[in-house]
């Protein structure tokens, strides 16, 4: 190591700026979307089964209009919306609902002032989709709807998840510039010099840095959470500076122990290294267990902390020992007190020594301190909630979020994420409206309804059984399919369904109607029958 010191450093200065480049870009590979689900749990089989065979059914974007003078009956509010919206490049967008296309009185607010659309974007994964928003966000809000006096905000799931990820990346890049400057003065303090100071703060930066270009790596094979982003640069400064310390002030005790700077660097690794080596291996055997879960979750933490600790570790071993072969006695440069350069002291004196002393004198008393200290730091989470990822966890100011609460409370009947039910075997209507009938009667639900069919009795059946209703522009935007062409043999079905009246009946029955398919209606436009 020291005779290829200067070699050390310019590899890892070539590894380092390539993680800077390359690495950062993690951000936009990361996934912000339903991470907590097992892959082989009952919702996760249902939402795959129910994709596959009636298609996705997502609110990719939802954007939120609002005229404080024209209600949706005016010609000019929904000239100004459905003209923004033609705009938009097809190739980008798969389907577009709303007010007055679906006729639904669910996507109108109480006081008829707002609306929204539904649009559901092109793209076989959540990162095609991602780039299909980024091509129309833009016209998401032109200065036209201004103009005519109508606001558009926008949200629904793809913007949620840009969001987040932006969020995630500017919350990161705050925290570490706070940090890096407070750690190198409490360092400079433990220190006594910024030569010193700065080593184990450059360690962690390189872990970091490096960890963000192996969960990039990562994300070429599998799926990795953005929350994997937290455990990086939390393990990557803690156990870069906890590492740092070990090698830093083992090598200034021996410079004044050996005779050259060679025996100081091999008696510095030889022991701390040892010890930095243990630990990381240890705590890299510890993360490796969070991969055992099926959930993307916790398997990214896993991914995030095995990959920020070998990276930390290979550091601490090979580059820290080259930088410290190349200062020497300069570790002590820019010192900020005179007793940097004293020797080591005698370790049976000192405050650590009688610290140590006193706690074996009573151990009890400081057990039961301790113990107590953290009782009380963990009250807290008595009163926990838990919850999965939603725009709650954006901050209030964000459109996403305040089109997500606007949608809450400005609509009689909202949802764009219901608990759905999928439906198979059923061999008479009666089965199917007694289920329906059972799931309206549990506290909570407002109502269930079909939104969609497949193959004759015994087929699949999709049922929402939210606790808000799920819209209108939900059920048009999957198009389900007939249970087969009407004027067939089919069997009647007893279904229910969320909007005023479908088309394929020339004189729709009642709003809110829940009949049998009648044999006599005409082929569903739109519908794949």
């Given at each position: 190591?020291?005779?290829?010191?200067?070699?050390?450093?310019?590899?890892?200065?070539?590894?380092?700026?390539?993680?800077?480049?390359?690495?950062?870009?993690?951000?936009?590979?990361?996934?912000?979307?339903?991470?907590?689900?097992?892959?082989?749990?009952?919702?996760?089989?249902?939402?795959?089964?129910?994709?596959?065979?009636?298609?996705?059914?997502?609110?990719?974007?939802?954007?939120?209009?609002?005229?404080?003078?024209?209600?949706?009956?005016?010609?000019?509010?929904?000239?100004?919306?459905?003209?923004?919206?033609?705009?938009?490049?097809?190739?980008?967008?798969?389907?577009?609902?709303?007010?007055?296309?679906?006729?639904?009185?669910?996507?109108?607010?109480?006081?008829?002032?707002?609306?929204?659309?539904?649009?559901?974007?092109?793209?076989?994964?959540?990162?095609?989709?991602?780039?299909?928003?980024?091509?129309?966000?833009?016209?998401?809000?032109?200065?036209?709807?201004?103009?005519?006096?109508?606001?558009?905000?926008?949200?629904?799931?793809?913007?949620?998840?840009?969001?987040?990820?932006?969020?995630?990346?500017?919350?990161?890049?705050?925290?570490?510039?706070?940090?890096?400057?407070?750690?190198?003065?409490?360092l400079l303090v433990i220190f006594g010099s910024l030569a010193a100071a700065a080593l184990p703060v450059?360690?962690?930066?390189?872990?970091?840095?490096?960890?963000?270009?192996?969960?990039?790596?990562?994300?070429?094979?599998?799926?990795?959470?953005?929350?994997?982003?937290?455990?990086?640069?939390?393990?990557?400064?803690?156990?870069?500076?906890?590492?740092?310390?070990?090698?830093?002030?083992?090598?200034?005790?021996?410079?004044?122990?050996?005779?050259?700077?060679?025996?100081?660097?091999?008696?510095?690794?030889?022991?701390?290294?040892?010890?930095?080596?243990?630990?990381?291996?240890?705590?890299?055997?510890?993360?490796?267990?969070?991969?055992?879960?099926?959930?993307?979750?916790?398997?990214?933490?896993?991914?995030?902390?095995?990959?920020?600790?070998?990276?930390?570790?290979?550091?601490?071993?090979?580059?820290?020992?080259?930088?410290?072969?190349?200062?020497?006695?300069?570790?002590?440069?820019?010192?900020?007190?005179?007793?940097?350069?004293?020797?080591?002291?005698?370790?049976?004196?000192?405050?650590?020594?009688?610290?140590?002393?006193?706690?074996?004198?009573?151990?009890?008393?400081?057990?039961?301190?301790?113990?107590?200290?953290?009782?009380?730091?963990?009250?807290?989470?008595?009163?926990?909630?838990?919850?999965?990822?939603?725009?709650?966890?954006?901050?209030?100011?964000?459109?996403?979020?305040?089109?997500?609460?606007?949608?809450?409370?400005?609509?009689?009947?909202?949802?764009?994420?219901?608990?759905?039910?999928?439906?198979?075997?059923?061999?008479?209507?009666?089965?199917?409206?007694?289920?329906?009938?059972?799931?309206?009667?549990?506290?909570?639900?407002?109502?269930?309804?079909?939104?969609?069919?497949?193959?004759?009795?015994?087929?699949?059946?999709?049922?929402?059984?939210?606790?808000?209703?799920?819209?209108?522009?939900?059920?048009?935007?999957?198009?389900?399919?007939?249970?087969?062409?009407?004027?067939?043999?089919?069997?009647?079905?007893?279904?229910?369904?969320?909007?005023?009246?479908?088309?394929?009946?020339?004189?729709?029955?009642?709003?809110?109607?829940?009949?049998?398919?009648?044999?006599?209606?005409?082929?569903?436009?739109?519908?794949?029958?």
């Amino acid at each position: 190591m020291y005779t290829r010191r200067r070699l050390t450093l310019g590899i890892a200065l070539v590894l380092v700026a390539f993680a800077a480049v390359w690495g950062t870009g993690v951000f936009g590979k990361l996934s912000s979307g339903n991470s907590f689900t097992p892959p082989a749990s009952q919702s996760q089989r249902e939402a795959d089964q129910a994709s596959r065979v009636f298609g996705r059914n997502d609110a990719d974007v939802v954007v939120l209009y609002r005229s404080a003078t024209r209600t949706v009956g005016d010609p000019a509010y929904r000239q100004a919306v459905t003209a923004a919206l033609n705009r938009l490049p097809r190739a980008d967008v798969a389907r577009v609902s709303t007010y007055w296309s679906t006729g639904s009185p669910r996507l109108v607010s109480a006081d008829r002032h707002a609306t929204y659309a539904v649009l559901q974007l092109t793209g076989a994964d959540d990162a095609a989709r991602q780039d299909s928003y980024k091509a129309i966000k833009a016209g998401l809000t032109p200065a036209s709807l201004v103009a005519s006096g109508v606001t558009a905000r926008v949200g629904g799931t793809v913007p949620m998840e840009a969001a987040i990820n932006s969020e995630v990346t500017a919350n990161i890049a705050k925290a570490e510039l706070f940090s890096m400057p407070v750690l190198l003065i409490l360092l400079l303090v433990i220190f006594g010099s910024l030569a010193a100071a700065a080593l184990p703060v450059a360690i962690g930066g390189i872990a970091i840095l490096g960890s963000f270009a192996v969960l990039r790596l990562l994300t070429m094979a599998t799926t990795v959470s953005v929350y994997s982003v937290n455990i990086t640069t939390i393990l990557g400064l803690g156990l870069g500076i906890d590492y740092g310390l070990f090698m830093v002030t083992r090598f200034r005790e021996e410079l004044h122990r050996q005779p050259t700077v060679e025996r100081a660097v091999a008696r510095t690794v030889a022991t701390a290294g040892r010890t930095v080596a243990v630990s990381g291996i240890t705590v890299a055997l510890a993360l490796t267990s969070l991969m055992l879960f099926p959930e993307d979750f916790l398997r990214s933490m896993g991914f995030g902390g095995v990959a920020t600790v070998a990276v930390d570790m290979l550091a601490a071993l090979t580059v820290l020992p080259a930088l410290l072969a190349v200062l020497g006695p300069r570790v002590n440069a820019l010192r900020i007190r005179r007793s940097v350069h004293r020797p080591v002291r005698d370790e049976s004196s000192g405050a650590w020594y009688r610290l140590a002393h006193s706690v074996m004198r009573r151990p009890a008393v400081y057990a039961t301190v301790i113990v107590v200290g953290l009782l009380a730091l963990g009250a807290p989470f008595l009163r926990i909630s838990w919850g999965g990822t939603d725009a709650r966890t954006l901050p209030a100011a964000s459109t996403v979020r305040q089109v997500s609460e606007a949608l809450d409370s400005q609509f009689p009947v909202n949802s764009t994420a219901p608990v759905e039910a999928l439906v198979t075997g059923a061999r008479a209507p009666a089965q199917l409206t007694a289920y329906l009938h059972r799931i309206d009667a549990i506290p909570g639900v407002t109502g269930a309804r079909v939104t969609g069919m497949m193959g004759g009795l015994g087929g699949s059946g999709r049922v929402v059984p939210p606790g808000k209703m799920l819209p209108a522009s939900m059920s048009a935007t999957s198009r389900p399919r007939c249970p087969r062409r009407p004027g067939t043999s089919s069997p009647r079905f007893a279904i229910s369904y969320p909007r005023p009246g479908p088309p394929c009946w020339s004189a729709g029955p009642p709003r809110g109607w829940r009949t049998s398919w009648p044999a006599s209606a005409p082929p569903c436009p739109g519908w794949r029958c």
